[in-house]
């Protein structure tokens, strides 16, 4: 009785396969991990602004920026924390959904504000309202958001950039860096986690923890914080569609 032979691979043929395939994974491995970067980063883009939009329809209708929430809060999730200066986007307060603040990569979007802006309007420090002479158009009875008149304080906000100069010059309208969001990307490093705790940071990725100045610089392998800035005057002109006039 002839035994009939079944076919197999030889260690020949599998090292070759195994071969063939290790030198696909090589390029097929990097190209999806930066196809699912870019992917996160779009996401995170598209976030950013809309919390700032958010941010900025809460202006209009409370004449003041929420403050930060704490992520790790049980009693106000979501909720803002008045006595926070730096934590996540308040996304309860905002009337978002949770996942919105979060950037592409699900870690939560760090959120500082002005305290001078986050002051309810009858507190906050004000500028007299008093129209500059010569300019058409302006005069005593100014009506635009309160938030215009509120004056910079103690607790001014600043942002860098990789040389060390301010990314906002001051000048005619006085103005200020009204909130800080930043994603810390893919890595996650210096977000919070659920605890309410930084993750680890190292280099410059330590100055978007929360102590002014913040650091806007190009994204590199050891540096992935995506950060965005808005001044008081550009969230009103821009964003709320309520520009500030000039005062003295």
């Known amino acids: 009785m002839l035994k009939r032979r079944l076919a197999a691979f030889s260690l020949l043929e599998m090292a070759l396969v195994l071969s063939i395939m290790g030198v696909i994974s090589a390029y097929a491995i990097p190209a999806l991990l930066?196809?699912?970067?870019?992917?996160?980063w779009r996401e995170t883009d598209t976030k950013l602004e809309s919390a700032i939009y958010a941010l900025a329809g809460f202006v209009q209708v409370h004449q003041r920026l929420p403050s930060p929430?704490?992520?790790?809060?049980?009693?106000?999730?979501?909720?803002?924390?008045?006595?926070?200066?730096?934590?996540?986007?308040?996304?309860?307060?905002?009337?978002?959904?949770?996942?919105?603040?979060?950037?592409g990569f699900r870690h939560w979007i760090s959120y500082s504000a002005s305290q001078d802006l986050t002051a309810d309007a009858q507190n906050a420090p004000r500028k007299p309202v008093t129209a500059h002479r010569g300019l058409p158009g302006s005069n005593s009875q100014d009506s635009s958001n309160p938030i215009c008149h509120v004056r910079p304080h103690s607790s001014r906000l600043d942002v860098r950039n990789a040389q060390g100069q301010s990314m906002l010059a001051t000048g005619f309208f006085d103005d200020l860096i009204a909130f800080v969001l930043v994603s810390h990307g893919p890595s996650?490093?210096?977000?919070?986690?659920?605890?309410?705790?930084?993750?680890?940071?190292?280099?410059?990725?330590?100055?978007?923890?929360g102590v002014t100045p913040f650091l806007d610089r190009a994204i590199t392998q050891e540096y992935d914080d995506r950060v965005r800035w808005v001044s008081r005057n550009n969230l009103m002109a821009m964003y709320a569609k309520q520009p500030c006039k000039p005062l003295t």
């Open 34 to 40: 930066q196809a699912r970067a870019a992917t996160g």
């Open 69 to 103: 929430a704490d992520p790790a809060s049980k009693d106000n999730p979501g909720g803002e924390d008045r006595s926070r200066t730096i934590g996540i986007l308040p996304y309860r307060t905002l009337g978002i959904q949770e996942s919105d603040a979060q950037d």
């Open 188 to 209: 996650g490093a210096g977000s919070f986690d659920d605890a309410g705790q930084r993750r680890p940071a190292t280099g410059d990725k330590l100055q978007n923890l």
